[in-house]
């Protein structure tokens, strides 16, 4: 039913797709969540989504409003191959997590603690944008995938809170060559070790 | 300066105390807080303290209101030595976050990702609850302990927050048995291999 009254201005429309994508993307998951309903509950066509935003994908990332193209990063880091991976994923989420951006994605972090519906769109984030393509360009058996990309996200998750938010010392000002040296192993060992 | 009014009755004087110890825990530290400026904050006598909840640790403990005694729970799993305790903690702190304690947990993490005070109080009893007794009691560098249980507690609660908080799946429904198996390694390394 599209909305009556004033013509929605950029800034309106925007915001009306992007709060209508978040609540699809949640209660229904990324790949049950389509541009047409998105569309319907911001009452706009859904031209003006791909307008807006280019494809699923890119709405979906723009939904978690994330500091930088974490799908970008990750795929350039994959594409450099599984040896050495590791070491290279720690350091590059370090580096992000160092800069300026490390705030927002701190944000993110603490939201999706809080709240059952930021840490509903993680999941689908890391399932859908992350595990699918990254881990999809590796030599991994795919039924192994989803729990070696879990077991990752697991060590990467709690390094972040320990180092950024619990600020656990000597983490929190460790060199991030020292912190890659030792924490990429665990990642390479999650992706590429038998697992039982 | 004591409270003037009425005598506080037992619950009062121990929420008095608690909220009095949580204060200076999180403001001074564990080292820095003393029973005697606690018992001052809270209008009582030192000795009511202790009387209410016996030594310092204990009311450290007691202060973040963990569902089981961690403190006796680690050290009795210290005590089988260092062969295959990666494995025994996973199995165990599992066992304690899948029991009906497990809520009280998550809500405590949720807190001190939330609040930079319950933060500090987490900070607080790690470094001095955790570390200090159970690597204590390893054949550990005591200069390399610090940074190995940090990378410890960084996969600990990052496998906590991904399966009981941000629920991803596989980890959301393995069997306690298999996490043990996969991630035990990891926390034997970090206690065990060489770091650099």
């Not at 990324?30 to 307008?51: E, M, N, Q, Y």
């Not at 192994?144 to 010392?169: D, H």
């Amino acid at each position: 039913m599209p909305r009556t009254g004033r013509r929605p201005g950029n800034q309106d429309t925007r915001e009306a797709i992007l709060s209508s994508a978040r609540k699809a993307f949640s209660e229904k998951g990324f790949d049950g969540a389509s541009i047409r309903s998105i569309a319907t509950g911001a009452g706009v066509d859904p031209a003006l989504v791909h307008h807006y935003f280019g494809t699923k994908d890119q709405l979906f990332t723009a939904t978690l409003e994330l500091p930088v193209d974490v799908v970008k990063v990750m795929t350039g880091l994959a594409a450099d191959g599984l040896d050495g991976f590791g070491e290279r994923l720690v350091r590059t989420i370090l580096g992000v997590w160092d800069s300026p951006a490390g705030s927002a994605a701190a944000a993110l972090v603490r939201s999706a603690v809080a709240h059952e519906w930021t840490a509903r769109l993680m999941r689908e984030f890391l399932l859908t944008q992350i595990l699918r393509r990254v881990l999809g360009s590796f030599d991994i058996d795919p039924a192994e995938a989803p729990t070696r990309a879990n077991l990752v996200a697991s060590q990467m998750i709690g390094l972040l809170l320990m180092r950024y938010i619990i600020k656990l010392e000597p983490l929190a000002h460790m060199d991030p060559e020292d912190v890659a040296r030792m924490v990429g192993p665990t990642i390479q060992r999650y992706l590429t070790e038998p697992l039982k």
